[in-house]
């Protein structure tokens, strides 16, 4: 049986995680990249827990082998045809126990060598926040700017240009508002974050310095490491700005035209429309926020949301920042990302 530490494993190339944990342990959190392949369902793992403390282990281990013994064949030949793709397999579980040895007993027994992961998830996850600061270099390019003028549009394209970009919205499934879940499911958990976050900071590895958007230290759900915040707080600083109707056609284009025929979404508007009403003084602004929403005049309830709720709070989060700011009108997505690209060379932080 062969076995492979976390550090060899990310040192692989085309390494695919087989998790054969179950769907829920999957899901709550998992190697990205990840494909499931478990060796229990859900349902058939809480009976063998209960089994194991009613009757003890031997008891549950037979009902186990019951259990997983008609779904060997296919099991193996799921990891059988990713080895066959061009791929390397590499088989774990929650902590290198019984059920990635099973399995990679299993599949040695049919003739196909394909390692274990020693420790499984829990030493994956372990080894990740051990060495995730050690990824994050010593520069940042910062990109601050009110709600909706296109920090993550310039962001991408800087990314597609191959500088070495960082999303930190897109690894925590949430745009850091209180509207920012709407289309993103249920986010990202900080155990699944922090994976993301350190594959993306591995991608570019090397680079003196990344390229991010000036998040808060949380983002829905989850944190951000201190290094990572402090690293930003010394960067070198963008500051983007959009008129008003450029800034509320973005927030149309990401928050309300692919989502507003589904059910799910009226409701939610209202519901974190609560949230705001009751840091708004002014009535007229909340009576009016209420009709716009009510009404679906989504235009008019967004350019409200940033008059009277979002720009103001806006100027306040510049102070937890240190050195110049350097400004980029954004209206022009490749213009300002152009804009960026040239800021980054006066300031010497090599071009990659």
């Known amino acids: 049986m062969r076995e492979i530490t976390v550090e060899q494993y990310s040192q692989m190339d085309k390494a695919v ?17 990840a494909v499931n392949v478990p060796l229990f369902t859900n349902e058939e793992r809480v009976e063998i827990g209960t089994l194991y403390k009613k009757e003890g282990s031997d008891a549950a ?36 126990g019984m059920r990635s040895k099973a399995v990679t007993t299993f599949i040695t027994y049919a003739g196909v060598s394909i390692p ?8 994956y996850r372990q080894y990740i926040l051990e060495n995730t600061d050690a990824l994050i270099p010593d520069k940042a390019v910062v ?14 394209v800087l990314g597609e240009k191959g500088y070495p970009v960082i999303d930190l919205e897109e690894l925590a499934g949430h745009r850091g508002s209180i509207f920012g879940s709407f289309g993103m499911g249920e986010g990202s958990t900080q155990k699944t974050f922090d994976a993301l976050l350190y594959e993306a900071l591995y991608e570019v590895k090397g680079s003196p310095y990344i390229i991010m958007e000036a998040e808060s230290k949380r ?20 500051d983007m700005s959009a008129s008003i109707e450029s800034r509320v056609s973005r927030i149309l284009r990401d928050y309300v035209i692919p989502y507003q025929k589904e059910e799910w979404f009226k409701p939610q508007v209202i519901e974190s429309l609560l949230f705001i009403r009751k840091r ?3 009535s007229d602004i909340r009576d009016q926020l209420d009709e716009a ?13 940033l008059e009277h709720y979002y720009d103001p709070r806006y100027a306040f989060k510049q ?34």
């Open 17 to 33: 995680p087989v998790d054969v944990r179950s769907p829920i342990e999957f899901e709550e959190c998992s190697i990205p990249g």
């Open 293 to 305: 929403a009510e009404k679906e005049n989504y235009e008019l309830f967004i350019r409200l949301l």
């Open 61 to 96: 281990k037979w009902r186990a082998m019951e259990m997983v013994s008609p779904k060997i064949p296919s099991m193996l030949k799921r990891i059988r045809d990713l080895k066959e793709e061009g791929y390397q397999p590499v088989i774990y579980c929650w902590r290198g």
């Open 319 to 352: 102070h937890d920042y240190e050195g110049e700011f350097h400004h980029v009108n954004a209206d022009d997505v490749e213009a300002a990302a152009d804009q960026v690209i040239e800021i980054i060379e006066k300031q010497n932080a090599p071009v990659v």
């Open 143 to 156: 990109l601050h700017g009110m709600t909706g003028v296109g920090k993550t549009d310039v962001l991408k």
């Open 219 to 238: 983002i829905g759900k989850v944190v951000q490491p201190d290094k990572l915040l402090d690293t930003k707080r010394k960067g070198i600083h963008i």
């Open 116 to 123: 274990r992961l020693i420790g499984g998830y829990r030493a």
């Open 280 to 282: 708004l003084k002014d």
